[in-house]
T-cell receptor
Framework: DTGVSQDPRHKITKRGQNVTFRCDPI?????LYWYRQTLGQGPEFLTY????????KSRLLSDRFSAERPKGSFSTLEIQRTEQGDSAMYLC????????????????FGPGTRLTVL | AQKITQTQPGMFVQEKEAVTLDCTYD???????LFWYKQPSSGEMIFLIY????DEQNATEGRYSLNFQKARKSANLVISASQLGDSAMYFC????????????WGAGTKLIIKP
């Protein structure tokens, strides 16, 4: 399977613990996005990478959140000192390399990581 | 103001009937893209169809078509001949401008197909 993969699929943690999620985009995709989706809502943009550069961060991304993409391939999203409000589905998406216009900027999503903070 | 509005929180449709899911959007950009995604209970977002703001024809992908009315700022998804497997959440999303391509999402419509 050459789609976007995310690990773990589910994570249950206690409040105050740190968690880290991983996203492996489709191999030829150089743009990578993180979104958060709470129950009954559409996803909300968190951050965006082009290759290894983090080009944009949402105001939703508090200082407890950090994302990296060290070699321009996989990405990690870490949440420090988790709070119950962090409980959500964390989605990763990627877009192919090259000129993006029209349909070529379609984002392809992974299965998500569902985080539950107790 | 909401950038993407999906006014139907939930819909029940009889199998084999056509269904229209509403989406209106708000943007001042001339260049933008509109997307529809399906999210089954498993959680993965599945791309269905795309419409560019400059596309003159309505997009079609198999049983999916997008009724794009630019002046009204609406981009409704039409599913023809619905199937039980179409039961899922459906999200309308917009990419504004030509910068970072982040998507702005509606709240979704839960579609249930009745046998």
């Amino acid at each position: 399977d050459t789609g976007v993969s995310q690990d773990p699929r589910h994570k249950i943690t206690k409040r105050g613990q740190n968690v880290t999620f991983r996203c492996d985009p489709i191999s030829e995709h150089n743009r990578l996005y993180w979104y958060r989706q709470t129950l009954g809502q559409g996803p909300e943009f968190l951050t965006y990478f082009q290759n290894e550069a983090q080009l944009e961060k949402s105001r939703l991304l508090s200082d407890r959140f950090s994302a990296e993409r060290p070699k321009g391939s996989f990405s990690t999203l870490e949440i420090q000192r988790t709070e119950q409000g962090d409980s959500a589905m964390y989605l990763c998406a990627s877009i192919p390399r090259g000129l993006t216009s029209g349909r070529t900027d379609t984002q392809y999503f992974g299965p998500g990581t569902r985080l539950t903070v107790l | 103001a909401q950038k993407i509005t999906q006014t139907q929180p939930g819909m029940f449709v009889q199998e084999k009937e056509a269904v229209t899911l509403d989406c209106t959007y708000d943007t001042s950009d001339q260049s933008y893209g509109l997307f529809w995604y399906k999210q089954p209970s498993s959680g993965e977002m599945i791309f269905l169809i795309y419409q560019g703001s400059y596309d003159e024809q309505n997009a079609t992908e198999g049983r999916y078509s997008l009724n794009f009315q630019k002046a009204r700022k609406s981009a409704n998804l039409v599913i023809s001949a619905s199937q039980l497997g179409d039961s899922a959440m459906y999200f309308c999303a917009m990419r504004e401008g030509d910068s970072n391509y982040q998507l702005i999402w509606g709240a979704g419509t839960k579609l249930i197909i009745k046998p």
